[in-house]
């Protein structure tokens, strides 16, 4: 069992950045690939990012591509999402999820374990 907590969410304006952290109690992410998605108000659950464990490749939806870049700390347990010149269709709430698996990343289905989730908000 992986136990997963975000944080680093929060209320900000169109055009800051937001760096969310992804941290694992008791069992190590090293060995897990990790990935976020985003739920709007009154919308599905969409991919974000994701980063393998094997390798260290890193993957982005179209619409956050320049903008956000995930990355790893292995030596913290925490997977870091940095979200650049946000927008406020990035309002969300931000999962992290984590999976031993390295294809169909994009999925949600592909993922074992889920945080709780960070709201997000971006106002213009």
């Known amino acids: 069992q992986v136990q997963l907590v975000e944080s680093g969410g929060g209320l900000v304006q169109a055009g800051d950045s937001l760096r969310l952290s992804c941290a694992a109690s008791?069992?190590?992410?090293?060995?897990?690939?990790v990935g976020w998605f985003r739920q709007a108000p009154g919308k599905e659950r969409d991919f974000v990012s994701a980063?393998?464990?094997?390798?260290?490749?890193?993957y982005y939806a179209d619409s956050v591509k320049g903008r956000f870049t995930v990355s790893r700390d292995n030596a913290k347990n925490t997977v870091y999402l940095q979200m650049n010149s946000l927008i406020p269709e990035d309002t969300a709430v931000y999962y992290c999820?984590?999976?031993?698996?390295?294809?169909?990343?994009?999925?949600?289905?592909?993922?074992?374990?889920w945080g709780q989730g960070t709201q997000v908000t971006v106002s213009s």
């Open positions: 999820a984590a999976t031993s698996r390295l294809v169909s990343l994009g999925l949600q289905e592909t993922y074992d374990y």
């Open positions: 980063i393998r464990w094997f390798g260290g490749n890193t």
């Open positions: 008791e069992r190590t992410l090293s060995k897990y690939t």
